[in-house]
């Protein structure tokens, strides 16, 4: 039986400093270990934390009877390969998004999830904002009525993150904002939409800001700074997704996911930097109407400890492995179709 708090091991301490963050506020967590190659970033997480349990090698994490459940915040060609070890020692695995750099890899994880019965989750934090928990049930609740369109977007006007670092790696990366960013939006789009398959992908990609600011500076940018993309679903429904890291346009960061059902619409996007609204729109007693859902509070679980709760009762997590396969063969189908020019089927 696992204790009443789920120990986590957090491996990567960039992104893994938030993790750390939300697992020590989580009631049902406990941070028992932090992995990190650089020493810096090591030794200041773990002295601001108050860790004692420090290490540069992940594998003395998976080997230790001492932890229940590993973060895996590093590079993307790392997810696949640690997510697989971690599950292999009988570790639940909370994984950062991309799934992975692509939906071979992602098939890899699936099966490993499958044979070890241990569970596992993407970090697809923004279904966990208040605003998406909130459209989340109207949807759930049938309030849209048949759900036909959606689009979806992140647009940044300059933000390559790292410039030059594995983030403007293919190899490393798996592609730029589209798998950085426009993976976020997409599965909050599908999980608004109900996971439909998808059925036909038309993408196209482009590199000229990237390349040319990474140029200026001697840096490799061997990936996309903008996609647009068109899906089509087995249910008639269909997408339309953007995503961007450069690009001459208005605001810094905006975000935006909006679903078109028969009766009523919904929204969810930022209103400044990570703060989000949910809007819903509909006709009511002969009016159009706009409704913006508050929070309750239990919409401020977070992932974290929703996690460790999935982990204490054995339930499903949201953001499975079958969902980030299905969205690691989206945007493998993006990139195919981007570089031949033509629709891909599914
Ligand atoms: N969900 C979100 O909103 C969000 C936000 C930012 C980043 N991310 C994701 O988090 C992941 C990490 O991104 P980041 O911004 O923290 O990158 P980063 O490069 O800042 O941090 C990665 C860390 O991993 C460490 N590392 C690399 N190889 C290692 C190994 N073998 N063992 C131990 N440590 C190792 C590096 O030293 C580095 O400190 C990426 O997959 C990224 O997509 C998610």
Redesign the pocket.
């Known amino acids: 039986m696992l204790e009443e708090r789920v120990r986590f091991g957090v ?8 993790h750390i963050e939300r697992l020590l506020e989580a009631p049902h967590a406990e941070v028992r270990a932090i ?4 020493q810096g ?1 090591l030794e200041r997480a773990g002295d601001q934390y108050a860790i004692a349990w420090r290490t ?3 594998e003395d994490l998976l080997a230790s009877p001492e932890i229940d459940a590993v973060v ?5 060609v ?2 696949a390969p ?1 997510s697989i070890a971690a599950l292999r020692a009988g570790k639940h695995v909370l994984c ?3 799934m992975a750099r692509n939906a071979a890899e992602a098939e890899q994880m699936l099966q490993a999830v499958s044979e070890t019965g241990r569970l596992f989750m993407i ?4 279904r966990f904002t208040p605003a998406a928990a909130a459209l989340h049930r109207y949807v759930e609740a049938g309030e849209l009525g048949h759900v036909y369109h959606a689009r979806s977007w992140w647009h940044r006007s300059r933000g390559i ?2 410039l030059g ?3 403007t790696s293919k190899e490393s ?1 798996g592609g730029g904002p589209l ?2 960013l426009g993976v ?1 939006r997409l599965d909050l789009a599908l999980w608004l939409m109900g996971y439909p398959q998808a059925t036909a992908v038309s993408g196209a990609t482009y590199d000229l800001l990237g390349k040319a600011l990474a140029a200026e500076q001697g840096r490799e940018f061997t990936v996309e700074d903008m996609a647009s993309v068109f899906v089509r679903f087995d249910n008639g429904a269909t997408l339309v997704l953007e995503a961007s890291w450069a690009e001459n346009g208005e605001r810094d960061e905006e975000m935006l996911t909006q679903v078109y059902g028969t009766k009523a619409g919904c929204l969810h996007r930022n209103t400044r930097g990570y703060e989000f609204e949910a809007r819903i729109f509909r006709p009511e007693h002969g009016s159009y109407v706009s409704i913006a859902p508050q929070a309750y509070p239990r919409d401020l679980v977070s992932a974290q400890e929703h996690f460790a709760q999935c982990v204490l009762s054995g339930d499903t997590p949201s953001a499975t492995a079958e969902q980030g396969l299905q969205v690691m063969r989206i945007i493998d189908a993006i990139y195919a179709s981007a570089a031949r020019g033509e629709e891909i089927r599914l």
């Open positions: 491996i990567g301490l960039g992104m893994g400093r938030y992995c990190d190659l650089d970033r540069s090698n992940y895996v915040a590093l590079p993307n790392l997810h640690v950062e998004k991309p970090h697809f934090n923004y993150p790292n670092t594995w983030f990366a798998i950085d976020h």
